[in-house]
């Protein structure tokens, strides 16, 4: 299972990725592995601050309906609109072509109750 050390998970398979204030968001190989071909991604907050552990959208997947939970609080600055046609990018490149949001964090001591790649991988490995 590809899980990038670089990047912070949740538990609800999210990953986040850090630059200073900003924070590009996805969900993990793992999650997309599981839900199966996506087929609509469905964010429609922009410009708006979403709290932490709350829900920013939701991914469609043939078998599926899955929220999507904000894993820091943050202003939802930019959203991957090639989404929109392509959907089948998250199961593709869930870490590349397939993220979801960019946000602007509020409070960077959040990102410290984020899991490292090795406690993620425990957590799907339970």
């Not at 999507?68 to 959907?87: H, W």
């Not at 979801?100 to 993620?120: C, G, Q, S, W």
């Given at each position: 299972?590809?899980?990038?050390?670089?990047?912070?998970?949740?538990k609800?398979?999210?990953?986040?990725?850090?630059?200073?204030?900003?924070?590009?968001?996805?969900?993990?190989?793992?999650?997309?592995?599981?839900?199966?071909?996506?087929?609509?991604?469905?964010?429609?907050?922009?410009?708006?601050?979403?709290?932490?552990?709350?829900?920013?959208?939701?991914?469609?997947?043939?078998?599926?309906?899955?929220?999507?939970?904000?894993?820091?609080?943050?202003?939802?600055?930019?959203?991957?609109?090639?989404?929109?046609?392509?959907?089948?990018?998250?199961?593709?490149?869930?870490?590349?072509?397939?993220?979801?949001?960019?946000a602007?964090?509020?409070?960077?001591?959040?990102?410290?109750?984020?899991?490292?790649?090795?406690?993620?991988?425990?957590?799907?490995?339970?």
């Amino acid at each position: 299972m590809n899980i990038p050390s670089e990047l912070k998970y949740t538990k609800d398979h999210e990953w986040v990725k850090i630059e200073g204030d900003i924070v590009t968001i996805g969900i993990t190989a793992f999650a997309q592995n599981e839900l199966g071909d996506i087929v609509y991604v469905d964010i429609d907050i922009l410009d708006e601050t979403v709290e932490k552990n709350e829900v920013f959208g939701s991914v469609e997947a043939v078998k599926t309906v899955s929220d999507l939970f904000m894993p820091v609080t943050g202003e939802i600055i930019e959203f991957n609109e090639a989404l929109e046609d392509e959907p089948e990018l998250v199961n593709k490149d869930p870490y590349g072509e397939g993220w979801m949001i960019k946000a602007k964090i509020n409070d960077t001591n959040e990102l410290e109750e984020l899991l490292d790649a090795k406690a993620y991988e425990e957590l799907i490995n339970q």
